[in-house]
T-cell receptor, first 110, second 114 residues
């Protein structure tokens, strides 16, 4: 599975959009981009995933560049409860392992 | 409610005393996996199971055993726990193993071995 690179930390004001970048320059054609988040020591929570097209659900939007070498997770109206560690993961059609990196610590402040 | 249930949430035990951490999912998922999380090391996969009676080692399987006799259950067994197995453990499940399916994680089991 391809490796990912994320900034170690980011800040965002409450009510503003949080844009979290992820680089995955070695991604291959059958690998998906996944985003998870972990609040304190709770179990990681699935947010969204995509292959080529941009995706949107009730939690967030995922923008994948045309060459698929990077992506951005967008939380459109961040709240204090969105403060968490956000993990960008690339996963292929292999046996299913999610390889977690260090993630981005997002802090939403009032 | 669709969920992955782990028990217990907290456990303190002594070195060498066998223990089992249970994991159950109610979503008819084929794929299940165990992770441990340690400061500075992140989440690492211990074992995984593609389906009933099919299990395999992850990245850090030493000192652990698993079994998958039923689709919904995937217990983690520590035959002789040691202090270096003190960690936060998560069970996860997915409809299938391949790409395109999200994982659902349990709430975690914090294990302390003294």
């Amino acid at each position: 599975d391809a490796k990912t690179t994320q900034p170690p930390s980011m800040d965002c004001a409450e009510g503003r959009a949080a844009n979290l970048p992820c680089n995955h320059s070695t991604i291959s054609g059958n690998e998906y981009v996944y985003w998870y988040r972990q609040i304190h020591s709770q179990g990681p929570q699935y947010i969204i995933h995509g292959l080529k097209n941009n995706e949107t659900n009730e939690m967030a939007s995922l923008i994948i560049t045309e060459d698929r070498k990077s992506s951005t997770l967008i939380l459109p109206h961040a709240t204090l409860r969105d403060t968490a560690v956000y993990y960008c993961i690339v996963r292929g059609t292999s046996y299913g392992k999610l390889t977690f990196g260090q993630g981005t610590i997002l802090t939403v402040h009032p | 409610e669709a969920q992955v249930t782990q028990n217990p949430r907290y456990l303190i035990t002594v070195t060498g005393k066998k223990l089992t951490v249970t994991c159950s999912q109610n979503m008819n998922h084929e794929y299940m996996s165990w992770y441990r999380q340690d400061p500075g090391l992140g989440l690492r996969q211990i074992y995984y199971s593609m389906n009933v009676e099919v299990t395999d080692k992850g990245d850090v399987p030493e000192g652990y055993k698993v079994s998958r006799k039923e689709k919904r259950n995937f217990p983690l067994i520590l035959e002789s726990p040691s202090p270096n197995q003190t960690s936060l453990y998560f069970c996860a499940s997915s409809l299938r193993a391949g790409g395109g399916y999200g994982y659902t994680f349990g709430s975690g089991t914090r294990l302390t071995v003294v």
